[in-house]
């Protein structure tokens, strides 16, 4: 008799810690989308180049009536459809609600005039973009929490190939900033920097964070497994 109210508690405390463990992942993924939202608006104001998803999108727009969202959202796709067929697993939904919710967010702080409160050049603004953009990036992915389709990509590859995290999302960023470019798409200073810096700081970002607020990494922890949260 005395047994059950003993494995009752176990269960409940099992579920408490359960729980805890997603609140904790889900306002991890919040503060990155956050961080990444703002940063990506200060790059977009500095004006001094487009990111490298941006510059094939820009790019296939010179040639194929679409939008700019429409072209990303088909870049996204088709990461998740590689994804699912190497892992030979459904692609999880979560990284179209990151997709969208960045883009909202985006949306709110540019018509908001944020950026423009600011007080630097457009080269410091355009820097500090790029520095939030990739500590975003690393909260997100460490998080496990909708992560973006680009990086689940570039997760698999780390995993299956064994190749460093900021050298599988590198060579996926030249990718579509070379086939961008031979389509029409526009570079400037702000491109290079964002692929030179995002890349190759999100793995550090996400170390520090490890070591600093031992945040566990949720995202690069185990191979082939869809992050939780995000089917």
Sequence with gaps: MSDAPRARGGLGSRLSSKLKKLRSQHLVYL????????G?????????????????????????????GIAQALVALACLFVWAVWNRRRPPLSPVFTFFLCGSMIDVLRASGTAGHVPVSEFALMMLGVLLCTYGSALIIMSGVGIRAMDLLAISMYHKWRWPFWAAKGSLEILLLGSGYLMGGPTGIGTVCFLIFVDALIQPCMRL?????????????QPGVVPSASA
């Design 31 to 38: 503060a990155g989308c956050s961080l990444f939202s703002l």
């Design 40 to 68: 990506a608006t200060f790059f977009i104001q500095s004006d001094l180049g487009a990111d490298p998803l941006d510059v094939f999108a820009l790019g296939l727009l010179e040639h194929v009536p679409l939008s700019i």
């Design 209 to 221: 964070n490890a070591r600093l607020f031992s945040l566990q990494n949720h995202g690069l922890a």
